[in-house]
C-alpha cells in the first residue's frame, strides 16, 4: 500500500477488542525489537503483550480496519504503560492519536517511564507536553519518569 492512500483514510483510536490480540502480540513483540534494539530480545515472545496489558485501558489505532499501534494505560495511577505504533506506521500522527486518547484517561498528572537510550520517544513525549520529573535504573537501563500535566 502507498503512503498517499494511508495518508488519506483517517486513523480512528477504539478500544481494543478481543480480536486484536493476535496482532497486537506480533505489534508488540517487533516494535519493542525496532525501539530498543540494544536489548536482548531473544526471550521475548508475543504472548508478552498479555502480561504488560494486564488489568489495563488499551485503545488501538485503526485505519480501513488495519491496527497500527497501540496505547496502554493504568487507570488507577494514571499511568501510560506502553505506546507503540508499527514501525511502517511511524510519523504519520497514530502515535500523537494514541498519547491524545491516553491523557484523556488521566484524572490528574500523568506519568509514564521512557528508557534514556530511547531518545527518539523521548523527544516524541516532550514535543507533547510531558516533561522529565526524575531518572531511575531498571533492569532495562537507565529510564526518565515523566509527567504529564493536565491542562
Known sequence: MEISSIIADPITVRPWQESDRPFLRTLYL????????????????????????RDEEIWVAVQNGRCLGFASVWTHDNFLHNLFVDPRY??????????????????????????????????????????????????????????????
Open 30 to 53: 517487533h516494535a519493542r525489537r525496532d525501539a530498543w534494539p540494544w536489548l536482548n530480545s531473544a526471550e521475548w515472545q508475543p504472548e508478552d503483550f498479555d502480561a504488560a496489558t
Open 90 to 151: 511511524q510519523n504519520l500522527g497514530v502515535g500523537r492519536l494514541l498519547l491524545e486518547q491516553a491523557q484523556k484517561t488521566f484524572t490528574h498528572t500523568g506519568a509514564l517511564k521512557c528508557l534514556i537510550r530511547n531518545e527518539r520517544a523521548i523527544a516524541f513525549y516532550q514535543r507533547h507536553g510531558w516533561h522529565v520529573e526524575e531518572t531511575g535504573d531498571s533492569p532495562d537501563g537507565e529510564y526518565y519518569l515523566m509527567h504529564y500535566r493536565l491542562r
